[in-house]
């Protein structure tokens, strides 16, 4: 949850700072007068993303198949680049050597701090986790190799034309606003400053729709594991790995606009973009751990994984929390307010198991048959139709008894139990049928692909219909007006919704995320509207959900 959050707060910080810093090399022609943080950088920055979330329900199927050459044209333009002026100064291959790194880090004051900035250039290795998915591990590996030459050709070569052209000059906070420098358009001549910014932004566009397709694929993960909100979700086109949340779009829009808005400049983001990145990276480097412990790796080898990876990273972090006032609570502020919402829905969740109860269905057949054959109550449905969360076809949750044989008797003809189950393959769309009781107890096995939009209404009109031509059910009204003249009896479908009751006895802390999982709740996607059912034949029927029922309640008699 920690890593996910981290991850979404990469996913609102990135955008912002790509396109920002790639904005900013129009700051390189003299005759536009844009400054650091001017209000032209800003509206169009702002204009770029306004497009960029928009255009997200449409998918990136049909401009997908550009990535990869606009890619290829911005790493090609990276290594050119660098190639030209890594020349002008041959001494910078001396970076080849740690020795200097670690004399640097040793004897330069604030060496030590300055591993914030470094840390900036590893920034986009946390993207390939989110991507992996998506693009697979063989095409990372394979593409790695030349984007790592680029990189480092071009990181060679700005360093090579500062010690050649910027000899004598002192980079600090106080100087780096005056000189302005920007090491990697100081490469490029004026006349390609223009095509220059145009590659960097397109660049800067393709990777932020890495971490904004991460962020929608991590969110329907955990609404999978329970540890999300229900959102709907849509898929634009039948590409691999392609959905869109339109929630998520919509917060992560103004999370970016927010950004945006408060830093105005891109030096000012990567305080905030630092720390999301290095939380990342260190709950990668934990799950990683406990992966090899899953495989039986020997514990030395993990320790020393750990050991390496840990003092790294911790470093980083250390060095990269200097900057946590100067806009690294950013980052804190976004990523607590995502792992709120994941642990308040699963904290939430453990406390409400302790209510859910399933019972044996056979013990209650013979009442529930009864309940059918009693014309002294009024026939609520001839098909009733509840949803139920029981992976044991011969349980059934107690509240749904309860809502049939108690809370106010539901006669109906026929009883349908529906289950649905999410499979990991993504275009699986099977049902099973077993008649508990034939013509009179029937329950439904739905087994859905992750891709599957789970559209029970029409699902379930289905395999009624199938049911039908195989002579397995009886559909037709069993009122005897309506039977005479072939009239198919009315489908109603039950949801059960919970409700917190005043009735708790809960600690202050449980009753705090119980209130927020249920406000949560009520801003989510409804059970009818998620499960795609028509609102006309649904009835909502809310219980309380009682997990620690008041037990000690004082009241005394008095006589008159």
């Keep these: 949850m920690i890593g996910g959050a981290s991850l979404l707060a990469d996913g609102i910080i990135t955008p912002p700072i790509s396109i920002t810093s790639a904005i900013e090399g129009l700051k390189e022609l003299p005759s536009l007068g ?64 740690p020795y200097y790194a670690v004399q640097f880090l040793k004897n330069y004051e604030g060496g030590f ?16 986790y989110s991507d992996l998915g998506h693009c697979g591990r063989n095409n990372i590996r394979a593409s790695w190799i030349y984007v790592k030459i680029c990189l480092l050709v071009n990181y060679f ?24 420098i920007n ?8 006349w390609f400053i223009i095509p220059g910014v145009i590659i960097a932004t397109t660049a800067a566009i393709i990777a932020s729709q890495a971490m904004v397709s991460g962020a929608f694929t991590l969110i329907s993960e955990a609404m999978r594991l329970n540890l999300w909100p229900k959102l709907r979700i849509r ?96 980052t804190l502020i976004i990523g607590m307010i995502m ?58 949750e107690h509240k749904i008894i309860y809502s049939i044989l108690n809370k106010k008797p539901k006669r109906a003809d026929i009883y349908w139990f529906v289950h649905v189950d999410t499979m990991d393959d993504p275009y699986t769309s099977e049902y099973k049928v077993e008649h508990i009781i034939p013509n009179d107890i029937i329950r439904v096995d739905f087994r859905l692909g992750f891709r599957m939009e ?31 003249s072939g009239t ?15 009735d708790n006895e809960l600690p202050f802390l449980e009753r705090v995320i119980m209130k927020f999982h249920f406000w949560l709740k009520e801003h989510s996607l409804s059970e009818e509207k998620g499960f795609g059912l028509d609102v006309s034949n649904v009835t909502v029927e809310k219980f309380p959900l009682i997990v620690a029922p008041v037990t000690n309640l004082k009241l005394k008699r008095i006589e008159e």
């Design 113 to 128: 701090w300055l591993l914030g900035a470094v840390f900036l250039c590893t920034t986009g290795a946390e993207a390939l």
């Design 183 to 190: 090491a990697f358009y100081d490469l490029m001549p004026q």
């Design 157 to 180: 070569g700005q360093g090579a034309y500062l010690l050649s052209h910027r000899t004598g000059l002192v980079i600090d906070e106080k100087t780096k606003s005056a000189l302005s």
């Design 454 to 484: 789970p559209r029970i209404n029409l699902m379930f009109r289905k395999v009624v219909e199938d049911l039908v031509t195989n002579k397995e059910v009886n559909i037709m009204s069993r009122y005897e007006s309506l039977a005479s």
């Design 34 to 97: 844009i400054e650091d943080g001017s209000n032209t950088v800003v509206i169009i920055v702002l204009s770029i993303l306004t497009m960029f979330f928009f255009m997200q329900q449409f998918g990136t199927a049909s401009i997908g198949k550009l990535f990869g050459p606009l890619m290829s044209i911005w790493f090609t333009m990276l290594l050119v680049l660098g190639l030209v002026h890594v020349f002008d100064d041959l001494s910078i291959f001396k970076a080849l050597n």
């Design 339 to 396: 792992f709120l919402v994941m642990y308040i829905w699963y904290r939430a969740r453990k406390i409400k198991n302790r209510y859910v109860e399933f019972v044996r269905l056979e013990h209650y057949i013979p009442k529930i048959q009864e309940l059918s054959n009693d014309k002294s109550v009024p026939k609520y449905a001839t098909h009733l139709v509840y949803l139920t969360s029981a992976n044991n076809p011969k349980e059934i």
């Design 235 to 330: 898929y634009p086109s039948e590409a691999k790995g392609q959905l869109f949340i339109p929630a998520i779009n919509f917060i992560m829009f103004l999370g970016c606009a927010g950004v945006v808005l408060f830093f105005r400049k891109s030096s000012s983001m990567e305080a905030a973009y630092g720390l999301a990145i290095i939380v990342t990276m260190l709950m990668t480097t934990i799950l990683f751990a406990n992966y090899l412990v899953l495989h039986r790796v020997k514990s030395a080898w993990i320790y020393v994984f750990l050991g390496i990876y840990l003092v790294i990273e911790s470093g980083y972090l250390v060095a990269l929390m200097v900057k946590f006032a100067h806009g690294g609570y950013i």
């Design 488 to 502: 198919v009896g009315d489908f109603q479908f039950m949801v059960m919704e919970k409700y917190l009751s005043q």
